[in-house]
């Protein structure tokens, strides 16, 4: 072989597959995620990315593309992703008269809304989080509306936050008028519709049941809290199920089944000769779910479009539509083409801790679903009964340490919880609940027998998980745990993903051994106090502060000696 051949021979990437989705989207999820903390530590992380190349080039691998992706999704986050500090540092009042860059979120005191500066606002960052206090708005908020008043920095604001949203927050300012004007363009009339339809199914929520049934199906199927109280919240938290709260692909998952199943009833009651005409010309088995697009879609913008919801329509519409082109792809990879298109189109959610949550349980199921290469099959009754379990733990395991790290609470029940909490709420109580809104869609009376079952089973959920969260060791408080070790964990928990033929039992001892340590050594009784090494100037150029990274570090490991000026 010539020398020029033997120096590029490493360099040529082999063909690309089906089977490397999913592993190209966790390679860009933990880039991304690792750009946003090179802030703090740039020379640190930017050493760390850059090593698997160099070795892999030293030893003459094949697969540099992997390693090429994550060099510039790790770069491509420090251009994609904010800059601002969390805290913003605005001490005066700022007028603003900007439009909503994606739907707002109801809170129990307000609305927080998320602005985008077009240049016309030069005191404030290019994006930026809005709180509305309720008192301030006559009406409804919706996406498309623009928005005109005086933003002030909150007097306290919160400490900085590793796995947070790192968009400034602002305060609407009371002292100031504010503007609302709606636009009429035809994205903005459709959102307004669906959302004056879903603030419809909330009253007729609040009218038809109880308090506590209303209020828990309004979580479970409209993804609103507001007429949950606070203990409710608290206790599907302390009990380990506060996903059912908001709609993810579960929730996407079970509708859709509700829905096709609809469907086909109604395809029964078709005249015979036109029956088998549609099945001659179109496959029902790929049709079907087609079908049900139009639907999913309208209900994901009707419940304001959460990035949960967002992710799981996705998938589910590339999953269709691919299987309508005769093209079947395994739950792997129609999970790692959604999340690359996902966080392509909005590497923010890379920073969204909801997101990051929805994404670790969906890895754990893709680690649970794996074989290893020397194990024996156990017999099919055995395994059919160990895969919930399995799953759930695979799940528990790889979003206990980003909980811990962000709330220092853990919940060693959370896997039990799951097996009981779960099926009686998403498996029953949600058909039974979207079945009552669709009569009520189409003007129907309430029936007395959807409507009284719904009362007993959501007493029957909410009974059961306020005594699940008084259980013993239910929820543990914890000290902050080691930041370093917790970013040690995802860092291995990538190579394993990434390495497609290891399974959970082989994964499983060495992950919990480092969530373990970083229970064992935590860094601080509270949140330590970063500030950004690398920043941007008034000309928005790049200026890095090698002092202030060798504090941040100190920060994280109080051990460290790196300077005698520190």
């Not at 029902?284 to 139009?294: D, N, Y």
């Given at each position: 072989?010539?020398?020029?051949?033997?120096?590029?021979?490493?360099?040529?990437?082999?063909?690309?597959t089906?089977?490397?989705?999913?592993?190209?989207?966790?390679?860009?999820?933990?880039?991304?995620?690792?750009?946003?903390?090179?802030?703090?530590?740039?020379?640190?992380?930017?050493?760390?990315?850059?090593?698997?190349?160099?070795?892999?080039?030293?030893?003459?691998?094949?697969h540099?593309?992997?390693?090429?992706?994550?060099?510039?999704?790790?770069?491509?986050?420090?251009?994609?992703?904010?800059?601002?500090?969390?805290?913003?540092?605005?001490?005066?009042?700022?007028?603003?008269?900007?439009c909503?860059?994606?739907?707002?979120?109801?809170?129990?005191?307000?609305?927080?809304?998320?602005?985008k500066?077009?240049?016309?606002?030069?005191?404030?960052?290019?994006?930026?989080?809005?709180?509305?206090?309720?008192?301030r708005?006559?009406g409804?908020?919706?996406?498309?509306?623009?928005?005109?008043?005086?933003?002030?920095?909150?007097?306290?604001?919160?400490?900085?936050?590793?796995?947070?949203?790192?968009?400034?927050?602002?305060?609407?300012?009371?002292?100031?008028?504010?503007?609302?004007?709606?636009?009429?363009?035809?994205?903005?009339?459709?959102?307004?519709?669906?959302?004056?339809?879903?603030?419809?199914?909330?009253?007729?929520?609040?009218?038809?049941?109880p308090?506590?049934?209303?209020?828990?199906?309004?979580?479970?199927?409209?993804?609103?809290?507001?007429?949950?109280?606070?203990?409710?919240?608290?206790?599907?938290?302390?009990?380990?199920?506060?996903?059912?709260?908001?709609?993810?692909?579960?929730?996407?998952?079970?509708?859709?089944?509700?829905?096709?199943?609809?469907?086909?009833?109604?395809?029964?009651?078709?005249?015979?000769?036109?029956?088998?005409r549609?099945?001659?010309?179109?496959?029902l088995?790929?049709?079907?779910?087609?079908?049900?697009?139009?639907?999913?879609?309208?209900?994901?913008?009707?419940?304001?479009?959460?990035?949960?919801a967002?992710?799981?329509?996705?998938?589910?519409?590339?999953?269709?539509?691919?299987?309508?082109a005769?093209?079947?792809?395994?739950?792997?990879?129609?999970?790692?083409?959604s999340?690359?298109?996902?966080?392509?189109?909005?590497?923010?959610?890379?920073?969204?801790?909801?997101?990051?949550?929805?994404?670790?349980?969906?890895?754990?199921?893709?680690?649970?679903?794996?074989?290893?290469?020397?194990?024996?099959?156990?017999?099919?009754?055995?395994?059919?009964?160990?895969?919930?379990?399995?799953?759930?733990?695979?799940?528990?395991?790889?979003?206990?340490?980003?909980?811990?790290?962000?709330?220092?609470?853990i919940?060693?029940?959370?896997?039990?919880?799951?097996?009981?909490?779960?099926?009686?709420?998403?498996?029953?109580?949600?058909?039974?609940?979207?079945?009552?809104?669709?009569?009520?869609?189409?003007?129907?009376?309430?029936?007395?027998?959807?409507?009284?079952?719904l009362?007993?089973?959501?007493?029957?959920?909410?009974?059961?998980?306020?005594?699940?969260?008084?259980?013993?060791?239910?929820?543990?408080?914890?000290?902050?745990?080691?930041?370093?070790?917790?970013?040690?964990?995802?860092?291995?928990?990538?190579?394993?993903?990434?390495?497609?033929?290891?399974?959970?039992?082989?994964?499983?001892?060495?992950?919990?051994?480092i969530?373990?340590l970083a229970?064992?050594?935590?860094?601080?009784?509270?949140?330590?106090?970063?500030?950004?090494?690398?920043?941007?100037?008034?000309?928005?150029?790049?200026?890095?502060d090698?002092?202030?990274?060798?504090?941040?570090?100190?920060?994280?490991?109080?051990?460290?000696?790196?300077?005698?000026?520190?």
């Amino acid at each position: 072989m010539s020398p020029v051949r033997e120096i590029l021979t490493p360099l040529v990437p082999r063909p690309l597959t089906v089977k490397d989705l999913f592993p190209a989207s966790v390679i860009l999820a933990g880039g991304l995620f690792l750009s946003s903390l090179a802030r703090d530590f740039p020379l640190l992380l930017g050493a760390l990315v850059s090593a698997p190349l160099i070795v892999s080039l030293l030893s003459g691998s094949r697969h540099l593309l992997p390693l090429l992706l994550w060099i510039l999704s790790f770069f491509g986050g420090l251009l994609a992703l904010p800059a601002e500090n969390a805290n913003p540092p605005l001490l005066t009042p700022a007028f603003f008269s900007l439009c909503l860059a994606e739907p707002p979120r109801s809170t129990t005191h307000g609305t927080l809304a998320s602005l985008k500066n077009d240049g016309s606002s030069p005191d404030l960052p290019s994006s930026f989080r809005l709180f509305i206090p309720s008192d301030r708005l006559t009406g409804t908020l919706e996406t498309g509306d623009c928005l005109s008043g005086v933003a002030i920095a909150p007097s306290h604001p919160s400490p900085p936050d590793l796995f947070g949203d790192s968009r400034p927050f602002y305060i609407l300012s009371e002292s100031f008028p504010m503007a609302v004007t709606r636009t009429l363009s035809p994205r903005g009339d459709l959102l307004r519709r669906l959302h004056h339809r879903q603030a419809e199914l909330l009253t007729h929520l609040l009218s038809t049941f109880p308090r506590e049934t209303a209020g828990l199906l309004s979580a479970l199927l409209l993804s609103d809290t507001r007429f949950m109280t606070r203990e409710e919240r608290e206790d599907f938290t302390m009990a380990g199920v506060s996903h059912l709260l908001s709609v993810s692909g579960e929730h996407m998952t079970l509708l859709a089944f509700f829905f096709g199943g609809l469907v086909l009833l109604s395809l029964r009651l078709l005249p015979l000769p036109l029956l088998r005409r549609l099945l001659i010309h179109l496959p029902l088995g790929r049709l079907l779910p087609l079908t049900l697009l139009p639907l999913l879609l309208a209900y994901t913008l009707m419940i304001g479009a959460p990035e949960a919801a967002d992710r799981a329509f996705l998938g589910f519409a590339l999953a269709v539509i691919l299987r309508f082109a005769f093209v079947d792809l395994d739950f792997p990879a129609i999970l790692g083409l959604s999340t690359i298109l996902m966080l392509l189109l909005f590497p923010r959610l890379s920073l969204s801790l909801s997101f990051l949550l929805s994404l670790l349980a969906l890895w754990g199921l893709v680690l649970s679903g794996r074989k290893g290469a020397h194990t024996s099959h156990p017999l099919k009754t055995r395994q059919r009964t160990l895969t919930p379990l399995m799953a759930g733990a695979a799940v528990t395991l790889l979003t206990a340490p980003l909980i811990a790290a962000v709330f220092r609470t853990i919940n060693p029940e959370g896997l039990a919880d799951n097996l009981i909490v779960v099926p009686l709420a998403g498996d029953i109580l949600l058909p039974f609940g979207a079945g009552e809104l669709l009569l009520h869609l189409f003007h129907l009376p309430p029936v007395a027998l959807i409507t009284l079952p719904l009362t007993s089973l959501s007493h029957a959920v909410l009974g059961l998980v306020h005594g699940l969260a008084r259980l013993p060791g239910a929820s543990l408080s914890l000290a902050s745990p080691n930041p370093l070790l917790i970013a040690i964990f995802y860092l291995v928990t990538a190579g394993i993903l990434v390495r497609t033929k290891t399974s959970l039992k082989e994964a499983s001892l060495p992950l919990l051994a480092i969530f373990l340590l970083a229970l064992a050594v935590p860094s601080h009784r509270h949140a330590p106090s970063l500030h950004p090494a690398l920043t941007r100037d008034i000309h928005a150029k790049l200026r890095y502060d090698p002092k202030q990274e060798r504090r941040n570090i100190v920060s994280l490991l109080p051990g460290a000696r790196l300077g005698k000026d520190e």
